[in-house]
T-cell receptor, first 111, second 112 residues
Framework: RKEVEQDPGPFNVPEGATVAFNCTYSNSASQSFFWYRQDCRKEPKLLMSVYSSGNEDGRFTAQLNRASQYISLLIRDSKLSDSATYLCVVPFSGGYNKLIFGAGTRLAVHP | EPEVTQTPSHQVTQMGQEVILRCVPISNHLYFYWYRQILGQKVEFLVSFYNNEISEKSEIFDDQFSVERPDGSNFTLKIRSTKLEDSAMYFC??????????FGSGTRLTVV
């Protein structure tokens, strides 16, 4: 099993749609999780942290299922500006906390 | 908002040449990292640096790579003899003790 696995997409959705991305991780000891957003040829930027069962921030909701080692990101009322690649990221559970990145899910929101 | 600054933004070099990628992390951060992303692929960990020494490195970070924090502010990644497959975006990142990661905007390295 890959350390962090995501559906690569692309997800092509109209403005206003609700879209959900999934991510599975292999290290059952992982305690915290992140969703990052990456625009083309730019640096990853933190979108949300997920520390317990879930987290909500405006149109974005992240959920964690520890038993299934599964994280999801839900985007409601998609905007054109949401078009990007969404990276599922898991800190390696060691002292220096390197980040393990998924390959990303590409989202394209169209008018 | 504090930033991690990387220079240059784009570097073109000939195969076999040495390159140095520069980063200025956030001043009160303690942990420093280099990641790379080959075009179309995922972001990969290269090396972490703490207390003036390498704390962890990946299989990618072989003898051709080195890191330095020469003056307490800059954090550099050197590739001694570049190969075509070193072409990638290189991201520097730093974090504090209880503060999350901040990534720099990256250096795009093109080896020709």
């Amino acid at each position: 099993r890959k350390e962090v696995e995501q559906d690569p997409g692309p997800f092509n959705v109209p403005e206003g749609a609700t879209v959900a991305f999934n991510c599975t991780y292999s290290n059952s000891a992982s305690q915290s999780f992140f969703w990052y957003r990456q625009d083309c040829r730019k640096e990853p930027k933190l979108l949300m942290s997920v520390y317990s069962s879930g987290n909500e921030d405006g149109r974005f909701t992240a959920q964690l299922n520890r038993a299934s080692q599964y994280i999801s990101l839900l985007i409601r009322d998609s905007k054109l500006s949401d078009s990007a690649t969404y990276l599922c990221v898991v800190p390696f559970s060691g002292g220096y906390n390197k980040l393990i990145f998924g390959a990303g899910t590409r989202l394209a929101v169209h008018p | 908002e504090p930033e991690v600054t990387q220079t240059p933004s784009h570097q073109v070099t000939q195969m076999g040449q040495e390159v140095i990628l520069r980063c200025v992390p956030i001043s009160n951060h303690l942990y420093f990292y280099w990641y790379r992303q080959i075009l179309g692929q995922k972001v990969e960990f290269l090396v972490s640096f703490y207390n003036n020494e390498i704390s962890e490195k990946s299989e990618i970070f072989d003898d051709q790579f080195s890191v330095e924090r020469p003056d307490g502010s800059n954090f550099t990644l050197k590739i001694r003899s570049t190969k075509l497959e070193d072409s990638a975006m290189y991201f520097c990142a730093s974090r504090g003790d209880r503060v999350g990661y901040t990534f720099g905007s990256g250096t795009r390295l093109t080896v020709v």
